[in-house]
C-alpha cells in the first residue's frame, strides 16, 4: 500500500479488523491484495482525491474491503475495465463487489468475499 502514496500524491489511511492473517485463506487473499491495489490505481488515476482510505475486514464469515475516496466520483460514461476487473474477482471467490456515492461526491468501493464455502 506504501507504494499507492506517490501516486496518490498522499498515503492512503489504512484500518484492520479480524484475523486476516490466520482466517483468510491464500487464494481468497491473493484476490484481496489484487483488489486493493486496482481500487488504489483507479483512485489514483481518476478519482483526483486528497483523501484515500481503506479498511480491509475479516469476520467469521467473509473478508470485506472497502475504498472509499473524497473524489470526483465515478462518471456516467467512460471505461470501466478497473471496475468491471473488480467485479470479476469478486466473482471468482463467490463474493461481490459494489460501488456507491453519485459522481461529484466522492467513491466508496466495497469487495467482498466469503471465507467458507
Known amino acids: 500500500m506504501g507504494e499507492a502514496a506517490p501516486a ?3 498515503p492512503p489511511r489504512l484500518s484492520r479488523e479480524g484475523l486476516l492473517d490466520t482466517d483468510v485463506p491464500a487464494e ?3 484476490h484481496v ?7 488504489l490505481s483507479n483512485a489514483a488515476r481518476h478519482a483526483r482525491a486528497t483523501r484515500v482510505e481503506v479498511t480491509v475486514r ?10 472509499a475516496d473524497n473524489g470526483v466520483g465515478v462518471p456516467e460514461a467512460g471505461r470501466r475495465s478497473g471496475l468491471a476487473n473488480l467485479r470479476e474477482r469478486a466473482r471468482a471467490v463467490g463474493g ?12 466508496r468501493l466495497v469487495w467482498r468475499a466469503p471465507l467458507r464455502v
Open 33 to 39: 491484495v489484487a483488489a486493493l491495489t486496482q481500487a
Open 58 to 67: 475479516a469476520t467469521t464469515d467473509e473478508v470485506v474491503l472497502t475504498v
Open 8 to 10: 496518490l500524491g498522499h
Open 96 to 107: 461481490t463487489f459494489g460501488i456507491e456515492g453519485p459522481a461529484g461526491s466522492g467513491t
Open 28 to 30: 481468497v487473499a491473493d
